[in-house]
Nanobody, 125 residues
Framework: QVQLVESGGGLVQAGGSLRLSCAAS????????MGWFRQAQGKEREFVAA???????YYADPVKGRFTISRDSAKNTVYLQMNSLKAEDTAVYYC???????????????????WGHGTQVTVSS
């Protein structure tokens, strides 16, 4: 498994921006599919964004056009740039890694075999 450590969460006003970072262990980081999920209080965990080995990106409809996922293989880090934040973006954000071959959907949390502990994002309206 891969060890993942998220950072960059915090409190921000609606319309503001935050950038989350996720530092990963492992010498083969560049081969991992990386994802971001979030879980709001009282709700199930949901997909936010993912990036493949080749840099293809996927987004949940509620964040399209506002969030951008990227990766820096030299730093073993994946980022989530969040702009135009809304109150409904408030959640704990989790970084996830898919480090082994799988046919599961990139949108499914069951695809990912390693998870970070999460970072809180709170958007005040």
């Amino acid at each position: 498994q891969v060890q993942l450590v998220e950072s960059g969460g915090g409190l921000v006003q609606a319309g503001g921006s935050l950038r989350l970072s996720c530092a990963a262990s492992g010498r083969t980081f560049s081969s991992y599919v990386m994802g971001w999920f979030r879980q709001a209080q009282g709700k199930e965990r949901e997909f936010v964004a993912a990036i493949t080995r080749s840099g293809n990106t996927y987004y949940a409809d509620p964040v399209k056009g506002r969030f951008t996922i990227s990766r820096d293989s030299a730093k073993n880090t994946v980022y989530l740039q969040m702009n135009s934040l809304k109150a409904e973006d408030t959640a704990v954000y989790y970084c996830a890694a898919d480090s082994s071959p799988t046919s599961r959907s990139i949108y499914s949390d069951r695809r990912y075999d390693s998870w970070g502990h999460g970072t809180q994002v709170t958007v005040s309206s």
